[in-house]
Nanobody, 125 residues
């Protein structure tokens, strides 16, 4: 098991930036691929981005490609999501998740078996 805690959410402006963090404890962080998902009001949870255990592979949803960047610092057991050029449609609760394998950077949430509690991101126009 791995415990995940997201932080860094809040209110942003369209065109601005926010950075989310996901702090992990428990299962060895460096052995696990990680991902970010989000859920907007009235919508299903959707994939945002994922990163392999050592950061050499990433995957992004088309809706955030070129604007968001996922990274990780294994020495700090922390993953990040840098969000630039924010849009109102980025408003959602953002969740970090630990994958079931070191290199699974799938958009399918069935590949993830531990989830954080989420952090709210609200983007005003």
């Amino acid at each position: 098991q791995v415990q995940l805690v997201e932080s860094g959410g809040g209110l942003g402006q369209a065109g601005g930036s926010l950075r989310l963090s996901c702090a992990a404890s428990g299962r060895t962080f460096s052995s696990t691929a990680m991902g970010w998902f989000r859920q907007a009001p009235g919508k299903e949870r959707e994939f945002v981005a994922a990163i392999t255990r050592n950061g050499d592979g990433t995957n992004y949803a088309d809706s955030v490609k070129g604007r968001f960047s996922i990274s990780r610092a294994n020495a700090k057991s922390t993953m990040y999501l840098q969000m630039n050029s924010l849009k109102p449609e980025d408003t959602a609760v953002y969740y970090c998740a630990a994958a079931k394998s070191p290199y699974a950077i799938s958009a399918d949430e069935r590949w993830y078996d531990n989830w954080g509690q989420g952090t709210q991101v609200t983007v005003s126009s």
